[in-house]
């Protein structure tokens, strides 16, 4: 009966996941916050500091440059994403008073890892203008509903405990039964604890 429970429980936790995964692919993520870059600063400059429990999505963007100069976003960690950086866009490379306009208002695959930050990066100290469209997605929630699933089943296991008399099944007026020797046998109400959870 346990078992049953517990894969109807983990079904549920494992479908609400693969819908937020699908819906982040599909678009449907809307982003609600932005980051503005005005400034001529060579190297990385940090657009949204990253947090440890939630990652990004990016949706549309607008990078523009008043000289020559090649712009990029990026994500990392340490001093202005200086470790571990990655591209998430091309280097568009940019002549006085061009730039480029991303318009879309849902994600489509551009994507920050939780605990890294979002940068802006070029390669000259021209000046440029930067706005970022994005979404933070924590991960708390799902660990929150694994939680709630461990206690689950062990309140599950120590109902289930407290019907079992001495040698047996009983309690509560229900007469004591001979468990098997194994222990094992969920469908007689006999078992240990320890199995019962898989520890």
Known sequence: MMRRVAAVLLGFLLL????ELAQAQSGGVQ???KATYDASTNGSTVLVAGQSNQSMELCGFVLFSGGTVNVKLVYGTGTACDTGTTDITPAFQFVAQTGVVDPSQGSRGLFVPRGNDLCINAS???AAQAIVYYARRSTVRWVA????LAAVLTGIAHAQLSTT????KGGSGIPAVACPA???DFQDGCGTTQFMLGL
């Open 16 to 19: 609400g996941a693969t819908c």
């Open 31 to 33: 982003c609600n916050r």
């Open 165 to 168: 008399g001495a040698g047996g």
């Open 124 to 126: 000259a100290g021209v």
């Open 182 to 184: 194994d222990g094992l």
């Open 145 to 148: 509903a694994a939680l709630t």
